[in-house]
């Protein structure tokens, strides 16, 4: 009797790991933190993708949306092409960040980038070292996230070091694979911003020309433009 019974304590405690080994597998998400977010990204020396951002103007109760592509290149280099009008490019380099307008002929110059929202949140996506060396993780997001909430990714969420900074929170949304899919940020006016990332390629072979500044374009050093 005593024996049956640890055999069938012995068959509910196997199917019980079984079950949470299961569960645990068709949840990989559960694995996804901060640390292999990380991890995934270390042997990643440049990436390109597509993005499309949803811009909330909480004032204006309006809805704006744009589509683009970016490449990332370690280290430094970034690269954002809007195709949504009027078409505006970015390009960060170790030299400072180069903005123009497609078709234009004049290339604005600014040593200093952090005055540019799209291109300081897109940046994360650069260097998650400098990540933490900006941001600090918070354990709970204080944006409203309703609108990503069933899309099967694990969401974190960090706060400025600059109390000064025009943003008030950075949210990161990662898939099972470690891989940043959404960025979301809530600046001071209540506006919030969200980078759907897409067709994500790591490692590519890039042209030798993919970081260049576009030829015969007027330079102009606009350095508070932004």
């Known amino acids: 009797m005593v024996q049956n019974k640890q055999r069938s304590f012995l068959g509910f405690y196997f ?6 080994v299961s569960l645990f597998l068709s949840n ?9 977010i990380k ?9 390109t993708g597509q993005f499309v951002q949803v811009t909330v103007v909480t ?24 195709q949504t009008a009027p078409q505006k490019n970015y390009l960060l380099r170790p030299d400072g960040l180069w903005t123009w307008i497609e078709n234009e ?4 110059y600014a040593k200093e980038a952090s005055k540019t929202i799209d291109l300081s949140i897109l940046s994360v996506l650069n260097d998650f070292n400098q990540l933490y060396k900006n941001y600090r993780p918070i354990p709970k997001a204080t944006a409203d996230l309703s609108a990503q ?6 969401y974190f969420s960090f706060i400025p070091q600059d109390t000064n900074s025009t943003l008030v929170e950075l949210v ?9 899919k959404e960025i979301l940020f809530l600046n001071r006016d ?5 980078y759907r990332i897409s067709q994500l390629v790591l490692n590519p072979t890039l042209p030798q020309e993919t970081f260049a500044i576009p030829e015969n374009m007027k330079v102009i050093n606009a350095e508070d433009v932004f």
Not at 28 to 36: G, R
Not at 105 to 108: A, N
Not at 172 to 180: E, Q, R, S
Not at 190 to 194: A, K, L, R
């Open 15 to 20: 199917t019980l790991v079984l079950f949470l």
């Open 28 to 36: 990989p998400t559960l694995a996804v933190t901060l640390d292999t």
């Open 39 to 47: 991890a995934n990204y270390e042997n990643v020396h440049s990436w």
């Open 59 to 82: 004032s204006l109760k309006q809805r704006l949306v744009k589509n683009g592509f970016f490449t990332v290149k370690r280290p430094e280099h970034l690269k954002i092409n809007y």
């Open 105 to 108: 002929k004049e290339i604005s």
């Open 149 to 154: 909430q069933g899309k099967s990714l694990t």
């Open 172 to 180: 990161i949304g990662a898939d099972k694979d470690n891989l940043v």
């Open 190 to 194: 209540g506006n919030i911003s969200i």
